[in-house]
């Protein structure tokens, strides 16, 4: 670089200027493409269950216009698709293309399991066993808005722990505890004759230290999460590949999604009990609607319940351990036809607290995760400089 600029020198003062511009936005163009890099996989990475419900608002979208112009759903995705619109993308057209040789939608929604979330695949198949998917379509949006507090959860600084503070907080002791402590000690005693080391300091770098295993702990903990944000569906399905029903009981523990599950389950039984379908079969319906298998469990002791006489609000008991679904439904049977229509307002509820334990799920784990790491950085400077004083105060005595 001196060498060029000499150069530049020798040739003139206006050349030096613009060489040395070039050269320095050569210099700052090198050094920002890895981090814009970053920042645009970083962005990629944390869109991603939006651009998933983007994809699955338009399939829903195409669809319901098609209905309301009198077209069935396999003839809606049929003429959209012969638009040849690159923008609805390649599975789109692939779907097209079995319902073209004849098969109905869900069995074609089988075939091009990537195009839709499963729950939302079990959703429209529901309504085709009801003879009427629009009466799903409700259902099938509140499922939509799901994306946006997942997202809205990770960009709540879980990212930034997963990446940038839990790494450092962890590697950091290792460090210390494997090429500076030894050195340290070593000084330390040379210095004050065999004295040991303060107590707190060989509490932080103990040699099987809880703290570095914690750390590490955590650390997997947060990464495990992040895969299984990005891969979404598709990291279910492999799990479940693995380990059957592991992902299911996994999202049954959540409140949250517990409160979704419990929300979908009910919008769909509520627009088949509106259809008068009968309530065994509403049953079994709605819970293979959420695709869960903690949930089909329920519902088929709800199925026996019902077979066996029980009427259906007390049945649902086995489904709903808090009993809002079993008194709720109590009251909606006081106005046969309109059970949709009378657990909106509940399903609304259920969609907002369902967000706010999202939330605040995400705020808690941060405030902790951040309060631990302060606790270990503290641990370390003050282990640190307790020897250090402990020195001085050796050195003064000399």
Not at 304 to 311: A, S
């Amino acid at each position: 670089m001196f060498d060029y600029l000499v150069q530049q020198w020798n040739q003139g003062p206006i050349d030096l200027v613009g060489g040395a511009g070039v050269a320095f936005l050569i210099y700052v163009a090198l050094g920002l493409a890895p981090l814009a890099g970053f920042i645009y996989l970083l962005y990629f990475l944390l869109t991603l269950p939006l651009r998933r419900n983007e994809r699955a608002r338009l399939f829903l979208d195409l669809l319901e216009l098609g209905l309301k112009e009198g077209r069935t759903p396999e003839a809606a995705v049929v003429e959209a698709a012969s638009s040849r619109d690159r923008a609805l993308g390649a599975r789109f057209h692939l779907l097209a293309a079995f319902l073209e040789r004849g098969l109905r939608l869900g069995q074609a929604l089988d075939q091009v399991p990537r195009l839709l979330p499963p729950q939302l695949q079990a959703m429209l198949r529901a309504g085709e066993h009801l003879g009427d998917v629009g009466k799903v379509m409700p259902a099938c949006r509140w499922l939509l808005n799901d994306g946006v507090s997942n997202v809205r959860g990770a960009v709540n600084y879980l990212v930034v722990l997963a990446f940038v503070v839990t790494p450092f907080a962890t590697v950091i002791p290792l460090l210390l505890k494997y090429r500076v402590l030894p050195v340290y000690r070593e000084v330390f005693m040379s210095m004050t004759e065999g004295m040991s080391l303060p107590a707190l300091t060989r509490l932080v770098f103990a040699t099987d230290s809880f703290v570095i295993a914690a750390q590490v702990t955590i650390l997997a903990v947060l990464y495990l999460a992040m895969v299984a944000y990005v891969g979404g569906p598709r990291v279910a399905q492999w799990v479940q590949r693995v380990a059957p029903g592991l992902p299911d009981a996994l999202v049954f523990t959540l409140p949250w999604r517990r409160k979704r599950l419990q929300r979908d389950f009910s919008a769909v039984l509520a627009a088949l009990l509106d259809a008068e379908v009968p309530e065994v079969e509403a049953v079994r319906l709605a819970a293979e609607a959420t695709a869960n298998r903690c949930v089909q469990r329920r519902a088929r002791r709800v199925q026996t319940l019902l077979r066996e006489g029980t009427r259906l609000p007390e049945a649902l008991r086995a489904m709903d351990d808090a009993g809002p679904l079993h008194w709720r439904l109590s009251n909606a049977l006081r106005r046969p036809g309109s059970f949709a229509r009378s657990l909106a307002g509940w399903h609304e509820a259920l969609d907002a607290r369902a967000f706010q334990l999202e939330q605040t799920a995400a705020q808690v784990t941060t405030t902790v995760l951040v309060l631990f790491n302060g606790l270990v950085v503290a641990g370390i400077v003050i282990g640190l400089f307790l020897a250090l004083i402990q020195l001085i105060n050796a050195a003064s005595v000399w």
